[in-house]
């Protein structure tokens, strides 16, 4: 492939271009009222023309030609988000959308006239570059176009037969569950939150990128394509308002993310690294991030809490009851880590569940409220020492007697030794004896060796393995996935250390 001249491109490559610069030329005389969104998606698609004809010259690695290249991409990258943002400010009003914070329609319109003076910029930019490469004449007239905003003031009657789907309330459910498991996953957004408008630079790209918002636009698009192909048209949705609400949030947190990607990337791309002194910029870094982070962040965030309280409901509409018998935590009980996982759990799904030790029972969504268990736990425990000991065969037949207090020490060491063996107790801690321990005045062996285990398990140097077991009583899915969390050993080890949780119970990391 030969080299060819920088000044014999431009010739070559302008009726190619023509449309797109005529389009440039047209935009930047227009008011931001009078911009149809027709003419917006043919920028788009000569954008994106121009923009791979350009990459075949080879125009990114060359001097003369990168900031044509440039301009063709900020262009490419405007017009997608301002046509993303004109379909949200006509669609939103059939999306079902929910009641947030904030004025979303006013937001969008704000945005969408803040780009539009951009665009409007950039491409009198443009227009310079291409003037300067004599690439600016036989221009189309935009009246040639032919484009104009379309009103749409009627619709078309529904007379489609509604589907009957199979399992619809189990879709429902693995829907509502997904979009539950991506707020969990989509904390991060609430940034926005946690700093002020003039500190937004300091979370692109560590905490909000491109990247992560591409992967996250992708799972919206996923659950909402699943919606559609098993759900939309239905005779569920039409029975159950709640399902076409939850696709209307899905829909318009998807838009947000996959559009504010778009801006992301010209902002990682051409705004940090190596924006070209021979182009203007559009837009200040100022009105970018605040679009990004105080439009695009905040409402996708807020839509999405919307949708969690939405989906919770569902879930308890749609709920099967059941109960589970699981073995309680190996490290000292319900303490901290494991009751605060359990009680996630219910939090994440929002439905009510109990957990039944004995004849109390305790809400499982309340730590505290499983904290109080250990105290039955523990009497158990006590119990348990209790039955250990006097079932030892040096005890069976002798738990009655008294003897010198270094026997009687010598016969604790033997038990809880054998105790340890048979693994009936677990150890904590290695560093004591049963050396200051002496027997009480009259004080049996069998009230001396329980007497004298009881006070290491208060200390927590030990702890006594009693096979007990608690029962869950709720929603299965809820359930489901606290006989899991007690398969994985309640997020521990049986020595209380944290082990890494399994990755369908991965939102409770979070």
């Known amino acids: 492939m030969h080299i060819i001249k920088e000044e014999e491109l431009g ?60 301009a063709v ?24 959308l929910l009641d947030i914070e904030g ?7 704000d945005s969408l006239n803040t780009l539009l003076k951009a665009f409007s910029t950039a491409s009198d ?58 707020a969990e996953e989509s904390s991060w957004l609430g940034v926005y939150k946690e700093i002020e408008p003039d500190q937004y630079h300091s979370c692109i790209p560590d905490i909000v990128s491109e990247a992560r918002l591409r992967n996250l636009a992708n799972k919206f ?22 399902l076409p609400v939850m696709r209307g949030q899905i829909t318009v947190i998807f838009h947000l993310l996959d559009t504010v990607e778009t801006l992301v990337h010209y902002y990682e791309r051409h705004t940090l690294k190596n924006w070209t002194k021979k182009l203007k910029e559009p837009i200040n870094n100022k009105e970018l991030l605040g679009i990004i982070l105080g439009y695009f962040i905040t409402y996708s965030d807020r839509y999405i809490g919307a949708a969690r309280d939405l989906c919770r409901g569902i879930l308890k509409s749609y709920a099967i009851q059941g109960e589970i018998e699981v073995p309680i935590p190996n490290y000292r009980g319900f303490h901290v880590r494991p009751s605060t996982l359990i009680a996630k759990i219910a939090i994440h799904y929002g439905s009510e569940v109990t957990m039944i ?10 730590p505290l409220e499983l904290f109080r268990a250990n105290e ?49 107790i677990m150890i904590y801690d290695n560093d004591f004896s049963f050396g200051d321990l002496a ?28 096979g007990d077991t608690v029962r869950f009583q709720g929603d299965l899915r809820v359930l489901e996935d606290i006989r899991y969390l007690a398969e994985n050993g309640y997020g521990e080890d049986k020595f209380g250390n944290n082990t890494v949780l399994p990755k369908n119970l991965s939102y409770l990391k979070r």
């Not at 070559?12 to 149809?36: G, R, T």
């Not at 075949?56 to 003369?64: D, I, K, L, M, V």
């Not at 017009?79 to 993303?84: E, G, H, M, Q």
């Not at 027997?439 to 393995?465: C, Q, S, W």
């Open 11 to 70: 010739p070559l490559i302008q009726p190619e271009m023509c449309d797109f610069i005529s389009l440039s030329s047209a935009l930047k005389d227009l008011s931001q009222n009078n911009i149809p969104r027709q003419m917006i998606g043919r920028l788009l698609l000569e954008a994106s023309k121009c923009e791979e004809m350009l990459d075949s010259y080879g125009a990114p690695r060359n001097e003369y030609w990168a900031p044509v290249r440039m």
């Open 73 to 96: 991409a900020v262009a490419k990258a405007f017009s997608r988000v301002i046509y993303n943002l004109f379909h949200i400010a006509q669609a939103a009003g059939g999306y079902n």
């Open 103 to 109: 004025d979303f329609q006013n937001a969008t319109e």
């Open 125 to 182: 930019n443009f227009m310079k570059v291409a003037r300067k490469m004599k690439m600016d004449h036989n221009l189309n007239l935009i009246e040639s176009y032919g484009f104009h905003n379309l009103v749409i003031d009627s619709r078309l009657k529904e007379n489609r037969k509604k589907r009957t789907v199979q399992n619809p309330s189990e879709t429902a459910v693995f829907v509502a569950t997904k979009l539950l498991n991506l």
């Open 221 to 242: 698009h996923t659950l909402q394509s699943t919606y559609d192909t098993y759900l939309s048209g239905s005779d569920i949705a039409e029975k159950d308002g709640n």
């Open 357 to 366: 030790l004995g004849k109390a029972s305790y809400d499982a969504s309340l």
């Open 376 to 424: 039955e736990l523990n009497r158990r425990k006590r119990d348990a020492v209790a039955r250990y000991v006097m079932e030892h065969k040096l005890i069976v037949n002798d738990a009655g007697a008294t003897y010198e207090a270094p026997l009687m020490k010598k016969i604790l060491r033997v038990i809880f030794l054998d105790l340890l063996e048979k693994q009936k």
């Open 439 to 466: 027997p009480y005045e009259n004080e049996t062996l069998a009230e001396f060796i329980k007497r004298g285990i009881a006070l290491y398990l208060a200390m927590g140097k030990i702890d006594i393995v009693s």
